[in-house]
């Protein structure tokens, strides 16, 4: 009995786990599952890593989770909103940030993704489910392993 009960509550953790939290200071906050993460475009990026080996992860624009919960009011980043920046935080607490003019595709054509496969297998669970990838940077220090969270703010709150 006690065995059933414990593997029942390890099941449902892990499906929490398997969840990253769109908020902060936008109209609809949400929540991405496997169903949502599903249903948003899939791009491809290659990126050689630390480890000299080519990866290619695929997932979803970072830009298209955070319009899906309408932090970018209009299609034109101008004024204050330039002082928009998205907050990720990882289950570990290791938190980086990331400007809106750096994924906004009127300022860019980089793609920063947030991944959930690497060579078409599901991310290992020290790095997933889901991990950012930024593959304009130099060294990978921003592409947070494990992201639980996914927030925009503005720094000019005037
Ligand atoms: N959650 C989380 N993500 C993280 C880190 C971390 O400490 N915690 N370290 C970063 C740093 S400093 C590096 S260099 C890369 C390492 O990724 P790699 O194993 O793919 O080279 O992960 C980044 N992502
Ligand atoms: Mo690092």
Not at 104 to 124: C, K, R, S, W
Request: proline share 3%; hydrophobic share 40%.
């Amino acid at each position: 009995m006690i065995t059933i009960a414990l593997s029942g509550i390890c099941k449902i953790s892990q499906a929490q786990e398997a969840t990253v939290r769109v908020g902060g200071e936008v109209v609809k906050p949400y929540v991405v599952d496997q169903q949502m993460f599903s249903a948003m475009k899939q791009l491809h990026v290659k990126v050689t890593g630390r480890d000299s080996v080519q990866h290619d992860y695929s997932g979803v624009s970072l830009y298209e989770v955070i319009t899906k919960a309408g932090a970018v009011a209009g299609n034109k980043l101008s004024g204050k909103e330039l002082t928009k920046y998205v907050l990720i935080t990882a289950a570990d607490g290791y938190k980086v940030v990331i400007a809106m003019a750096e994924i906004d595709p009127g300022f860019t054509d980089q793609h920063i993704l947030l991944v959930n496969q690497d060579n078409g297998e599901n991310l290992a669970a020290n790095y997933g489910p889901y991990r950012l990838i930024v593959p304009g940077d130099k060294r990978p220090a921003r592409s947070v392993m494990r992201v639980v969270a996914i927030e925009v703010f503005a720094a000019d709150k005037k």
